[in-house]
């Protein structure tokens, strides 16, 4: 199987460092994800997310703060609810909710951050890589007549505007 | 019925124009026009096929005091705009239409009787090249749930009197695969139910929601390839107002390429959905104007959806709210904590 593409959003005060500690540790943890460092959760738009997915990405974690002890004081409140109403869209889009996941891992949690990063990476592992995820290289683009009726009639004068 | 004319004229007599429609469109149909006299809102009509959302032109006029008609469903988009401050409520005039009995799909009359065929859609009746037909099989997809007939903000209402739309959902079959728009939808359907396997008589909704990820990413895939990137989605979208400098087509940031293909216009959907979370009205013009019948509405629905049940919110309801995504509630929303 190709190498599966993970994609990591941690928040640099609490994840980021828990990763790192997780790191100078030496805890054992798979390799597969690469880490985005932001500022705080609050800065993940979760078009970013979706953008990771659309390029090609087979996984995308999403770590920060635990609330309350966000750096911001308010960031990952707002993330919470961000991301949760994208884990539920993901549906919709095609990509299935399973492949995302956000939590909250604090600086001195570096054993809970290799659990984490070992249970998103097996679970990704499980599923296998996205089916049809050439997304980097969409097919060429399908020829013009495929779904396009009467073109010139759709754009009667229904449409027209007040100038 | 009262009538829209004197509404109008009476109207103008507080506003520097007003919206409205007139009867020149193809075979009779509704086309958006503006009155800024007396005179000129003689031409003014109101019938089923005013389908169009004119709210959308409200952000571009905050120079002027501005009247406008507006359904159920387009008062939504004004109570939205007046919550986002992009308009003032004092310089806009709100002639509410209430008692609607669901708008025409004239695309379907075209697909059915051929395009510029005389139309005469009356409020409780239609009639097509001069016989009448059942108008309960010509109605717009979404006018069949309504939950607006009554206007959300209004400053004069128009009574339409329109028959009761309740009762007349399961009715209303004919075309109901397609989401009610494209003329050329009709390959897309039958390519979506061929990836649903199932049979022709059911909504495109309903396949999609029995739909796996995996087959929804391809039913994207194939409904995107034939977007041709001409932004109509975004124009005709009241809530899309930030004209000059939409991410979709800036270089920094590049969040898409300027490139026609399934992923670019995947891409600018995402980012369309993303940018209307919490504040799309679900009045459905961006899957109206869509020139290659992109059914957008699945999205959209399904996000104002979730967005009702997570937080109990519905977009243009009330300009005083505030909105679910600039807010959190420190307990309540953890109920997804892991």
Same mark, same amino acid.
């Given at each position: 199987?190709a190498?599966?593409? !993970?994609?990591?959003? !941690?928040?640099n005060w ?6 790192d ?6 805890m054992?943890?798979?390799g597969?994800?690469?880490?985005? *460092? ?8 979760? !078009?970013?997310?979706? %953008? ?14 635990h609330?309350?002890?966000?750096h911001?004081?308010e ?5 919470? *609810?961000? !991301?949760?109403l994208?884990?539920?869209?993901l ?6 909710p ?11 949690e ?7 990063? #070992?249970?998103?990476? *097996? %679970?990704?592992?499980?599923m296998? %890589?996205?089916?049809?995820?050439e ?5 060429? %683009? ?12 759709? #754009? ?8 | ?14 506003? /520097?124009l007003?919206l409205?429609?007139? &009867? ?13 006299t ?19 032109h409200?952000? +571009?006029?905050?120079d ?13 988009s ?9 308009? /003032?409520r ?13 708008? $025409?799909?004239? +695309? ?13 859609? +009356?409020? /409780?009746?239609?009639? $097509?090249?001069?016989?009448?037909? /059942? +108008? ?9 749930g ?6 959300v903000?209004h400053?004069?209402?128009f ?14 079959t004919?075309e ?8 050329? &939808? ?9 990836a ?5 008589s ?6 999609f ?13 194939e ?30 940031p ?7 293909d399934a ?8 980012i369309?959905?993303?940018?209307? &979370? ?10 109206? &104007? ?7 509405m699945?999205?959209m629905n399904?996000q ?7 937080f ?19 307990k309540g ?6």
């Amino acid at each position: 199987m190709a190498e599966l593409k !993970l994609i990591g959003f !941690l928040c640099n005060w609490c994840s980021y460092a828990g990763a790192d500690m997780a790191g100078t540790a030496r805890m054992k943890q798979p390799g597969e994800l690469r880490i985005i *460092r932001l500022p705080c959760t609050g800065r993940v738009n979760p !078009l970013l997310i979706l %953008k990771a997915f659309q390029q090609g990405a087979d996984g995308v974690l999403v770590s920060g703060c635990h609330p309350g002890d966000c750096h911001y004081n308010e960031g990952n409140y707002y993330a919470r *609810r961000r !991301l949760e109403l994208l884990s539920r869209m993901l549906p919709a889009f095609g990509i299935e909710p399973e492949r995302f996941h956000f939590t909250w891992v604090s600086a001195s949690e570096g054993a809970r951050w290799a659990d984490v990063v #070992t249970q998103f990476t *097996r %679970k990704i592992e499980a599923m296998g %890589k996205m089916s049809g995820a050439e997304q980097g290289t969409p097919p060429a %683009k399908a020829s013009c007549e495929a779904g396009v009726g009467a073109p010139d009639e759709q #754009t009667g004068s229904e449409d027209a505007v007040p100038a | 019925m009262s009538d829209i004319v004197s509404i109008i004229q009476r109207v103008l007599g507080e506003v /520097d124009l007003v919206l409205g429609w007139t &009867a020149t469109g193809a075979g009779g149909v509704a086309a958006p026009d503006r009155f800024q006299t007396a005179a000129e809102a003689e031409r003014a009509v109101f019938n089923a096929t005013c389908v169009h959302n004119l709210a959308v032109h409200l952000p +571009r006029l905050k120079d002027k005091t501005v009247g406008i008609v507006a359904k159920g469903c387009d008062s939504r988009s004004v109570a939205q705009l007046i919550q986002e401050r992009e308009i /003032d409520r004092d310089r806009v005039k709100v002639i509410g239409v209430h008692g609607l009995g669901g708008m $025409i799909d004239v +695309r379907k009359i075209w697909r059915l009787h051929g395009y510029g065929v005389p139309v005469d859609a +009356r409020i /409780d009746s239609l009639f $097509i090249d001069g016989r009448e037909v /059942d +108008r309960k099989e010509y109605l717009r997809q979404k006018c069949l749930g309504c939950r607006d007939t009554v206007p959300v903000v209004h400053d004069k209402l128009f009574e339409a009197q329109g028959p009761p739309i309740t009762g007349i959902a399961e009715a209303a079959t004919v075309e109901a695969i397609l989401p009610g728009t494209g003329l050329g &939808a009709s390959l897309t359907a039958a390519e979506a139910m061929s990836a649903a396997g199932e049979d022709e008589s059911r909504p495109l909704s309903e396949l999609f929601a029995n739909m796996n990820p995996t087959e929804r990413r391809l039913f994207w895939r194939e409904q995107y390839s034939r977007c041709i990137r001409c932004y109509a989605c975004r124009e005709a979208c009241p809530m899309c107002f930030c004209r000059d400098v939409c991410i979709m087509q800036t270089t920094d940031p590049h969040w898409t390429g300027a490139g026609v293909d399934a992923g670019e216009a995947e891409m600018m959907q995402l980012i369309r959905v993303n940018h209307l &979370a919490g504040r799309c009205t679900g009045c459905g013009e961006c899957e109206r &104007a869509c020139p290659v019948g992109i059914p957008l509405m699945l999205l959209m629905n399904e996000q104002n959806q979730v967005i009702e049940d997570l937080f109990g919110y519905r977009a243009g309801t009330d300009p005083e709210a505030r909105p679910p995504l600039l807010t959190f509630d420190i307990k309540g929303d953890s109920r997804s904590e892991k």
